[in-house]
């Protein structure tokens, strides 16, 4: 039995998928798209019942990749139950897709989700009368606290045995639920879902654009549910977190300011950009600070961890392998490139995800975008690519698998790409300063640089799409402290992927690599790099002002960016050759972990044009600093 999760963004499925699955969870894409959907599994004594969290969407008019996804899955795919998530403090807004999926005559039941901030703010809902008016059973659930799942989960096994026993009776194999008046009055106005959209012409199979769609129906019925099923002490009211980056958009419960518990106070407070600016930067930079600590305590440990795992590897491989060049090649590298990876990308991966975790469950992730936005729109990128751009000051990986959480392909691939090849990672950063405090070099040259390097591609990419930057609408979540199994399960879920799809490749093409470099297939620090032609060699102190040996560094940082400032290190520079050189290992070619990630999520076309843009903006730097620099 398939059930599908669908519901409006923040209405909290895929916590919702946690709690009834148990957290056994996998993610993967939907067939002939990039996004990702989350399935998870319900034991049951008479067979299991496999859950999909579709992604979160306003309606059901196709609009977007996002929004495709949750259409087809109701279409072609045809689950038998929707469960609709519904947000219960924003009823009114999110019982408009509920009229929508009504329509569609699957069966279904409605969670009103978040009831734990219902009881909170002194909110109730008659589940009854909400009940009888749309048709369908009505549950209060929590996916915070787990109130309400146990039964919820408990419908959806009576319905599958509802169905199994209508198939054993000849009957049909599930019910389709009567649409309650509310639907009914919804498809008199005109604003009906005929075979499967909202205003198809009846008999339309395809796709049909949402220019052709009203939706004003809809949202006027579900205010109309909603003022009659929601009251408060004291008056009946609805909290609607809507922004576009304007003020508050209220709807017709907003409350009074200064109202509500200290919670909604200082939530109130903290959407006021002259306050929020300055703590949102703090928690910022006190969660970077976190990361940059963090990340080196984490590689020790699992260096330390793993110690014992490569020691007996190499042991093994020279044991088992006959003696000579090769079996000494074999033993050194594979264990190598199989710990390095997860000595260095594992922590800062782990580490990136809680970080993302914790911003969204405490619902700062949503404010950082509505801050952010204008400092992206300069870059023609909407606020969410602000927390992309500041994890890849920690490690590349995690901020292109992070990019997934921007609204748009465009805005992902333009992300991607900028993260790929010119904001360098914290190794690159504390190393490089490290060279430049050695050879007193300049900071300041290769800061300007990679600022400018940012600007100069992002507009590049935005001019090259095509395509007008889109307005941000978002919606704000309810401020609330960290739940720590709620982060645990999301960095878990979200490490899920890594290790199917990342880390297996990551480690194989580390393998292949570290043989080649110990065989001397390809140019390593002690085996080429200061052996090139004359006229090689004219060219590059010539035309970038930095002997061989340190070009020889930027290269390194294809296979892993830390080696080329622990490389320059070893050398003897003059402060304006460090400084050229820092700059172009900064900006150089994207490392082997970060080639496989955007492999993964972008595809080789976006790897080879990121491997030539990097080549391009390294040297062209390395040109520039050579002419100017005194």
């Given at each position: 039995m398939l059930v599908a999760l669908i519901g409006q963004p923040n209405s909290g499925k895929s916590a919702l998928l946690a709690r009834l699955t148990g957290a056994r969870v996998v993610t993967s894409n939907y067939p002939g798209t990039?996004?990702?959907?989350?399935?998870g599994t319900i034991r049951d004594r008479a067979g299991d019942i496999t859950v999909l969290d579709t992604p979160g969407t306003y309606s059901l008019a196709a609009s977007s990749k996002e929004q495709e996804v949750a259409r087809d899955v109701i279409v072609t795919v045809r689950p038998a139950l929707i469960v609709?998530?519904?947000d219960a403090t924003n009823l009114a807004r999110?019982?408009?897709l509920t009229l929508e999926l009504l329509t569609y005559r699957i069966p279904m039941v409605l969670?009103?989700?978040?009831?734990?901030?219902?009881?909170?703010?002194?909110?109730?809902v008659d589940t009854g009368a909400l009940s009888g008016v749309l048709g369908v059973p009505v549950f209060l659930t929590s996916a915070l606290t787990g109130e309400g799942v146990e039964e919820l989960k408990g419908a959806i096994v009576g319905a599958r045995r509802g169905r199994q026993a209508g198939a054993a009776t000849g009957g049909e194999q599930a019910s389709e639920q009567?649409?309650?008046?509310?639907c009914r009055e919804v498809s008199g106005s005109g604003g009906s879902l005929r075979d499967g959209a909202p205003g198809r012409p009846t008999g339309w199979k395809g796709y049909w654009p949402r220019d052709a769609v009203d939706l004003r129906p809809y949202q006027e019925e579900a205010e109309r549910i909603a003022q009659r099923v929601v009251s408060r002490a004291g008056g009946t009211v609805t909290g609607d977190r809507m922004r576009r980056r304007a003020p508050r958009a209220r709807g017709p419960w907003a409350r009074a300011p200064g109202a509500g518990p200290l919670g909604e106070r200082i939530e109130r407070l903290l959407d006021v950009p002259a306050l929020s600016i300055p703590v949102l930067i703090l928690v910022l930079v006190v969660a970077w600070k976190t990361i940059t600590k963090a990340i080196p305590l984490a590689e020790a440990a699992v260096r330390v961890a793993l110690g014992p795992v490569s020691e007996g590897l190499t042991g093994f491989l020279r044991a088992f392998l006959p003696p000579g060049r090769i079996s000494e090649v074999l033993a050194e590298a594979v264990p190598e490139g199989i710990v390095l990876p997860l000595a260095t990308v594992l922590p800062a991966i782990i580490v990136a995800y809680t970080f993302i975790a914790l911003l969204e469950d405490s619902g700062l992730l949503g404010r950082y975008a509505a801050l952010g936005d204008a400092l992206t729109g300069l870059l023609r990128l909407p606020g969410q690519a602000l927390i992309p751009f500041v994890l890849a000051f920690g490690c590349r990986v995690p901020a292109i698998l992070s990019a997934r959480i921007l609204p748009s392909d465009r805005s992902r691939w333009m992300t991607s790409i900028i993260v790929g090849t010119v904001i360098p990672c914290t190794a690159t950063v504390s190393l490089g300063l490290a060279v430049l405090a050695r050879f007193g070099g300049s900071p300041v040259a290769a800061g300007a640089a990679i600022a400018v390097s940012i600007a100069v591609i992002a507009r590049l990419l935005?001019?090259?799409?095509?395509?007008?930057?889109?307005?941000l609408v978002l919606e704000l979540p309810p401020l609330r402290f960290p739940i720590v199994r709620n982060v645990l399960l999301k960095t878990g879920m979200?490490?899920?992927?890594?290790?199917?799809?990342?880390?297996?490749?990551?480690v194989a093409m580390n393998v292949v690599l570290r043989l080649l470099v110990s065989a001397d297939g390809l140019p390593g620090p002690g085996n080429g790099f200061s052996h090139v032609s004359g006229l090689a060699a004219r060219v590059i102190e010539g035309g970038l002002g930095i002997p061989p040996a340190a070009f020889g560094a930027v290269l390194l940082t294809m296979f892993q960016r830390y080696l080329a400032p622990l490389f320059l290190l070893q050398l003897q520079l003059t402060g304006r050759q460090a400084t050229i050189a820092v700059t172009m290992v900064a900006l150089g070619l994207p490392c082997l972990p970060s080639s496989v990630a955007l492999w993964r999520e972008m595809g080789p076309g976006t790897v080879v044009l990121s491997f030539l843009i990097s080549a391009a903006i390294s040297t062209g730097w390395g040109v520039i600093l050579n002419l100017v620099l005194p």
């Open positions: 990039t996004v990702e959907v989350l399935r609709n998530v519904v999110h019982l408009a969670a009103l989700n978040s009831c734990d901030l219902l009881h909170s703010r002194g909110i109730s009567v649409p309650g008046p509310a935005g001019s090259a799409s095509g395509v007008v930057r889109d307005p979200r490490l899920t992927g890594f290790f199917d799809h990342v880390l297996p490749l990551v």
